[in-house]
């Protein structure tokens, strides 16, 4: 059996890899242009934001600590806030340019189908497709919702927090595969929660596939082509594992 047909964590990991090969594909590069030029912007404001936030606090709150502590605390509140703002940014990044990750799921389809048709367009199907698309995020926002509150809990209490950057790792690697899956999905009029029941039952291929790309949001320069990868990747994961159920 093909190695990526099979649903463990190592299959979800290398879906995303072979999404980095595929946004280099003639036919498909065109429709990356736009997503890549959103995520640079947004994951610009959220470093700068970040990096200000962290030296608000270290200046503010721990002025007469000794630099050692300084230090091992600002790299601590670094990567749970790194884990934190670029998740949430991911999803911000997704919903921005939605619009452009569907055309860019698309293309990525026909290469990976070509005796797939060309989808097209209507403006009536459009207005059916934005309504139906803003519902699907509502929901999707509370069930984000529902879940990242606990985690904002268990974030601040001493001792407990300690497990907090896993947890919200994994989080972001769920979601991340959800939001992605999003893309292809939405092309064949299946849109959120309707991604769940399938990816419960794949919960390893799921993170597998979101820690990859969660990963990659966090390398510098690397995370501005995570967004167009994880939609390409997750295209490619449908194909192999979703569009037959």
Same mark, same amino acid.
Request: aromatic fraction near 12%; charged fraction near 10%.
């Given at each position: ?50 990096? !200000?936030? +962290? ?6 709150? &721990?002025?007469?600590? #000794?630099?050692?502590?300084? $230090? =091992? *605390?600002? @790299? ?59 519902? !699907?995020? +509502? ?6 919702? &529902?879940?990242?509150? #606990?985690?904002?809990?268990? $974030? =601040? *209490?001493? @001792? ?86």
């Amino acid at each position: 059996m093909n190695a990526l047909a099979e649903g463990g964590f190592i299959a979800g990991a290398r879906h995303a890899v072979l999404g980095l090969r595929l946004i280099t594909r003639p036919g498909i590069r065109a429709y990356v242009i736009i997503p890549l030029l959103i995520n640079i912007v947004l994951f610009t404001v959220a470093l700068i934001a970040l990096g !200000s936030a +962290l030296d608000f606090v270290v200046a503010n709150y &721990l002025g007469n600590w #000794p630099d050692w502590i300084k $230090s =091992v *605390i600002w @790299g601590l509140l670094a990567l749970l806030s790194a884990v934190m703002v670029f998740f949430t940014f991911s999803i911000v990044a997704n919903l921005v340019a939605s619009p452009f990750n569907g055309m860019l799921a698309e293309a990525v389809e026909r290469h990976l189908r070509p005796e797939m048709s060309a989808m097209s367009f209507s403006w009536k199907r459009f207005g059916a497709d934005l309504w139906r698309t803003v519902r !699907s995020e +509502l929901k999707k926002l509370i069930y984000i919702a &529902l879940r990242a509150l #606990p985690l904002l809990l268990l $974030s =601040v *209490i001493p @001792g407990l927090n300690a497990a907090a950057p896993l947890l919200w790792f994994m989080f972001g690697a769920w979601m991340l595969c959800l939001e992605y899956l999003d893309c292809p999905l939405s092309n064949h009029q299946q849109f959120f929660p309707a991604v769940l029941t399938p990816m419960r039952a794949r919960r390893r291929l799921a993170l597998g596939f979101g820690g990859t790309i969660t990963l990659l949001t966090l390398i510098p320069v690397v995370n501005f082509i995570a967004m167009p990868i994880g939609v390409a990747g997750a295209t490619a994961l449908y194909c192999r594992h979703l569009s037959d159920s």
